[in-house]
């Protein structure tokens, strides 16, 4: 694809050989003459004289000297041209003869089965969606249009999953929360009969799971990304457009709002709520009921505003110094005292 014609897809002007054929994508520093590079920040800037690439997607400001594109969103411009570039390839509609499918099971004529993959009763599949190998799709579940089940998703029985949704392998929805109740005898399973519900335009990482509520639902709203590995537990709320980084679990009846971003190894207790574009910085922990307000930025365990946080690294980072300084105002005082 030629440059102006990938400043065409962007809406964008562009200057140098707009008649350049790009063939990839390319990190800055090892970009190739027929590859496309962005300009993300001051310190890839400051690089761009040693790179190769023929091309590079830059903001408006950046000097001009050679074939460029001028977004206002570098970074956002790439990820289309990828799109461009590397095209995913297109579904071919039909079940593959290793698939068990159940008599009642309603699948659009244009969805795909692969190999080894179950299908449960009353299932409904719908248009242009695509089950990978060895997925197992439970009794009563809904998958809507134009959703990516890649290798070995299981989903539990009676999930309904909005469309366009995107499920890496091995992440598994509806399997029963962990509830149980303690007894003289031990503890004994409280039944976990809720279901789970997905909007449209989520993707799910590998090996994530999301247990079925207790009693309700566990809801997961439009637009969420959830990273590999992350647990999102029973009865959870989860709001639209919600990121989460991986190995972050969430404990039962935690309201997660609109926008909010959650790091890394972040742990939530129970019922605690995370307002409307709240921040959770990695590592972070999230008390049992605690809540973090509208746009909070909290980082630490137990979690606190962000400025807290930092200022007590600050004041523990001079500890040492401070216990020198203790120690040899100690020995002074003890070198005058009279013997």
Not at 246 to 252: D, I, K, P, Y
């Given at each position: 694809m030629r440059v102006n014609e990938i400043a065409e897809h962007l809406n964008a002007g562009f200057e140098g050989a707009g008649d350049l054929e790009i063939t990839g994508v390319a990190p800055l520093e090892s970009a190739e003459p027929h590859e496309i590079a962005f300009i993300g920040s001051k310190k890839a800037a400051a690089q761009a004289g040693q790179t190769r690439a023929g091309c590079l997607l830059v903001t408006r400001e950046f000097p001009?000297?050679?074939?460029?594109?001028?977004?206002?969103?570098?970074?956002?411009?790439?990820?289309?041209?990828?799109?461009?570039?590397?095209?995913?390839?297109?579904?071919?509609?039909?079940?593959?003869p290793t698939a068990v499918i159940a008599p009642d099971a309603q699948i659009a004529p244009s969805a795909a089965i692969g190999p080894h993959a179950v299908?449960?009763?009353?299932?409904?599949?719908?248009?242009?969606t695509s089950i990978g190998p060895s997925c197992s799709i439970g009794t009563g579940t809904r998958l809507g249009s134009d959703c990516v089940?890649?290798?070995?998703?299981?989903?539990?029985?009676?999930?309904?999953?909005?469309?366009?949704?995107?499920?890496?392998?091995?992440?598994?929805?509806?399997?029963?929360?962990?509830?149980?109740?303690?007894?003289?005898?031990?503890?004994?399973?409280?039944?976990?009969?809720?279901?789970?519900?997905?909007?449209?335009?989520?993707?799910?990482?590998?090996?994530?799971?999301?247990?079925?509520?207790?009693l309700g639902v566990t809801r997961i709203g439009d637009g969420v990304k959830l990273d590999n590995l992350v647990h999102i537990?029973?009865?959870?709320?989860?709001?639209?457009?919600?990121?989460?980084?991986?190995?972050?679990?969430?404990?039962?009846?935690?309201?997660?709002?609109?926008?909010?971003?959650?790091?890394?190894q972040v742990g939530i207790g129970d019922k605690a709520r995370i307002e409307t574009g709240a921040v959770l910085g990695s590592g972070c922990g999230i008390l049992t009921s605690k809540i973090v307000r509208k746009g909070q930025v909290v980082w630490g365990t137990p979690a606190r505003p962000l400025r807290d946080y930092l200022e007590q690294l600050a004041s523990l980072s001079r500890l040492p110094k401070l216990r020198k300084e203790i120690a040899d105002l100690e020995k002074r005082l003890r070198d005058r005292e009279p013997n």
């Open positions: 001009a000297g050679r074939t460029l594109i001028r977004v206002d969103d570098p970074r956002g411009a790439l990820a289309t041209v990828i799109g461009l570039l590397y095209p995913q390839p297109a579904i071919t509609p039909g079940t593959h299908i449960g009763p009353g299932v409904r599949i719908g248009e242009r089940l890649h290798a070995r998703v299981t989903i539990y029985d009676q999930v309904s999953i909005g469309d366009r949704a995107v499920l890496h392998s091995g992440c598994v929805l509806g399997a029963d929360g962990f509830g149980f109740v303690r007894g003289s005898d031990g503890y004994r399973k409280f039944p976990q009969i809720g279901r789970v519900e997905i909007g449209d335009d989520v993707e799910i990482g590998a090996n994530t799971c999301v247990d079925r509520a207790a537990g029973h009865n959870c709320s989860i709001g639209n457009h919600v990121v989460i980084a991986a190995q972050t679990g969430l404990s039962g009846g935690v309201v997660v709002e609109d926008y909010a971003v959650i790091g890394g």
